[in-house]
């Protein structure tokens, strides 16, 4: 099975660069790097050039910005069966595709995998969902972040994988668009398994210590998508919108409350006004 990667990429190199070095190095080597480079000044040319005879690797420059429209955009030039859309400052452990592959070929319904997101540690958990237990999920319980995900395009709804372009960096909403696809597909009767066993690294950016404003920025994507699927009528979302816009970022506030922490107390209520705002700034005309 052919692996496309997407890797949608503005403002970073050396990252970049050290993406690229792990791909090098991975067991499993029928894969393709697909590059949609948003740069205006040639930052990663010379990277990409360095890498050009050592990996099936496509380096496409657009006139757009936009993480979502980026990655929709390399979807449409992928050969793989199998696709995914790597950051660019996350890096792969080296078996990372082979056990995809592995996975996908074990289990004959499985339309998704969901990989965990480590702290460059093979032991500390980074951004996203995460757990020790390999397990299904459904959208009740969704797992991972964008980075994470592997789709099997043989076992999708095709008419259902694409990027929204309101949602992700660059866009109108800023974060939210790995989540919102995931919950879409689900929905359509996709079957997903995350499991710890597959190891992705990428730096540590959603704790408090690192500031409100973040927090504030990316979680307008989560009211924003919620409110998207509330808008089709779609009931199950009935479990987010309690879950998420009242008891648990209440929970954490209690919880900053009791322990005297007024940084996470302050990180939770941002959450919490971010997410309420994004829902009631995602317009009913939005239909995608």
């Not at 692996?3 to 080597?29: H, I, M, N, W």
């Not at 480079?37 to 890498?51: A, L």
């Not at 996350?90 to 990372?96: P, Q």
């Not at 005297?260 to 995602?282: D, H, M, Q, T």
Request: aromatic fraction near 14%.
């Amino acid at each position: 099975m052919k692996v496309s990667l997407v890797l949608a990429t503005l403002g970073r190199d050396v990252e970049v660069a050290d993406f690229l070095k792990a791909l090098l190095f991975q067991t499993y080597k029928d894969f393709e790097l697909i590059i949609i480079d948003q740069n205006k000044d040639g930052k990663i040319d010379t990277i990409v050039e360095t890498f050009m005879s050592c990996l099936d690797l496509k380096h496409v420059k657009v006139d757009f910005t936009g993480n979502a429209r980026a990655r929709d955009y390399g979807i449409g030039l992928a050969q793989g069966r199998i696709i995914a859309f790597p950051d660019d400052d996350c890096t792969y452990d080296k078996d990372v595709l082979e056990k995809v592959v592995a996975e996908f070929a074990r289990s004959k319904n499985l339309s998704i995998i969901v990989a965990g997101s480590y702290d460059f540690s093979s032991s500390r958990f980074s951004i996203g969902v995460n757990s020790s237990k390999a397990q299904y999920f459904s959208r009740f319980n969704m797992m991972g972040v964008e980075f994470t995900q592997f789709f099997d395009l043989n076992k999708i709804d095709r008419k259902q994988f694409y990027l929204d372009h309101d949602f992700g960096i660059g866009s109108k909403y800023s974060g939210g668009e790995g989540f919102e696809l995931l919950y879409r597909l689900l929905r359509a009767g996709s079957s997903a398994f995350y499991t710890p066993e597959i190891k992705i690294y990428h730096p540590n950016k959603d704790h408090y210590k690192l500031g409100t404003g973040r927090m504030l920025m990316y979680s307008t994507g989560v009211g924003a998508y919620i409110r998207k699927f509330a808008n089709q009528h779609d009931v199950f979302i009935l479990y987010y919108i309690v879950r998420k816009m009242f008891v648990v970022p209440v929970l954490k506030m209690i919880l900053a409350l009791v322990l005297l922490n007024p940084k996470k107390l302050a990180y939770s209520f941002y959450n919490l006004v971010g997410i309420w705002r994004g829902f009631l700034e995602y317009g009913k005309g939005n239909t995608r």
